[in-house]
């Protein structure tokens, strides 16, 4: 079984604080990805990482950074946390797809997720 | 930018109800998962559809991956309180690394 581990499932943090969200995958996959899902504006994707020491911006990247020092754990960054990240951050991982339609490419295995609170 | 959406947003129906949730785009995908999630959990993947025209079966619920690979459809027969949850369906481009969610579909069944 698949097995995707974030470090808290409930985080409150201050405005301004530096906020570290670890996520650990154990099925060596090359592909880890961090999403934010708010009520009405679905999963938007933050960052990815496609290899070790290899990150590309998402949709939404600004206020957040990445590090990927292990091929296994995938951690975003909160550089000073604001209300307005106040949400629930999903992190996936997939095997990398090699322009194959093998249906285990592109499937994404998530966490359970961080429900992050800004005050 | 490609974009999915999801229609119905919303649907509470009682239970042994069937109901077909969509899954609509205006970009060609090369294969589409469909996911569903709990309250306070990440996403679960329940299946990935192929080829065009492909129908998959999975226990109660049916998902069938259009002609042009389009678009998608779930179907689920005599709806049970435990399939309550967020369906998400996901499509894939080949050769990207990343996938394109939909926007959700929120199923309440009543017992």
């Known amino acids: 079984d698949v097995k995707v581990t974030q470090s808290s499932r409930y985080l409150v943090k201050r405005t301004g604080e530096k906020v570290f969200l670890e996520c650990v995958q154990d099925?060596?996959?090359?592909?880890m990805f961090w999403y934010r899902q708010d009520p009405g504006l679905g999963l938007r994707l933050i960052y990815f990482?496609?290899?070790?020491?290899?990150?590309e911006k998402g949709d939404i990247p600004e206020g957040y950074s990445v590090s990927r020092e292990k091929k296994e754990r995938f951690s975003l960054i909160l550089e000073s946390a604001s209300t307005n990240q106040t949400s629930m951050y999903l992190c996936?991982?997939?095997?990398?797809?090699?322009?194959?339609?093998?249906?285990?490419?592109?499937?994404?295995?998530f966490g359970p997720g961080t429900r992050l609170t800004v005050t | 930018t490609q974009l999915l959406e999801q229609s119905p947003q919303f649907l509470s129906i009682q239970e042994g109800e069937n109901l077909t949730v969509y899954c609509n785009s205006s970009?060609?995908?090369?294969?589409l998962q469909w996911y569903r999630q709990e309250p306070g959990e990440g996403p679960v993947l329940l299946v990935t559809?192929?080829?065009?025209?492909e129908v998959k079966k999975l226990k109660r619920l049916t998902f069938q991956f259009g002609d042009a690979r389009k678009d998608s459809s779930l179907h689920i027969t005599a709806a049970q309180p435990g399939d309550t949850g967020l369906y998400l369906c996901a499509g894939a481009t080949r050769g990207y690394q990343k996938v394109t969610f939909g926007t959700g579909t929120k199923l309440q069944v009543i017992p």
């Open positions: 559809v192929v080829t065009g025209g």
């Open positions: 990482s496609y290899d070790v020491k290899m990150k």
């Open positions: 099925m060596d996959h090359e592909n």
């Open positions: 996936a991982s997939s095997t990398r797809t090699s322009g194959s339609l093998l249906r285990s490419s592109y499937e994404q295995y």
């Open positions: 970009s060609v995908f090369s294969s």
